[in-house]
């Protein structure tokens, strides 16, 4: 199975990731913030990264998605970002927000283990060149 590095500051979200995950076999690292998170990710190599949105502040996982994408040898590892915000101010975020970020999917807080786990799936099995590299859609 896959290394899948789960940042977030929501110590209850990493456990949820984790359990979830690790029950259908994956290696799960966690960081609690964007840099703790790419030194996490530059060191494990994970061949799949959940990002939250807002940590420390309310974009940081807009920043840390950038420049997870600058750095050559995480360039190519699809990101799923995880994000409340239409909980703290109504916006959906979908396909079309792949236009503007470099990130695969996006997905809403709490997370529903199934549709995770389908999600998750389906980034692991991205070919180089289908990864959001640049902020296009798939």
């Known amino acids: 199975m896959a290394k899948i590095l789960c940042i977030d500051d929501d110590k209850d979200i990493l456990d949820t990731c984790e359990v979830v995950l690790q029950?259908?076999?994956?290696?799960v690292v966690t960081a609690t913030n964007g840099k703790e998170g790419f030194e996490k990710a530059s060191k494990?190599?994970?061949?799949?990264?959940?990002?939250?949105?807002?940590?420390?502040?309310?974009t940081e996982g807009f920043a840390t998605a950038q420049k997870l994408r600058r750095a050559e040898a995480l360039k190519?590892?699809?990101i799923m970002m995880l994000t409340s915000v239409n909980e703290t101010s109504p916006q959906k975020f979908g396909e079309k927000d792949g236009e503007f970020l470099p990130v695969d999917a996006f997905m809403e807080?709490?997370?529903?283990?199934?549709?995770?786990?389908?999600?998750v799936k389906e980034l692991l099995a991205l070919?180089?060149?289908q990864v959001n590299v640049e902020g296009r859609t798939r």
């Open 109 to 119: 807080k709490p997370i529903k283990p199934k549709e995770f786990l389908a999600k």
């Open 127 to 129: 070919k180089k060149d």
């Open 76 to 78: 190519y590892v699809p």
């Open 44 to 58: 494990e190599k994970p061949a799949l990264i959940v990002l939250d949105v807002m940590m420390d502040d309310s």
């Open 23 to 27: 029950g259908v076999g994956h290696t």
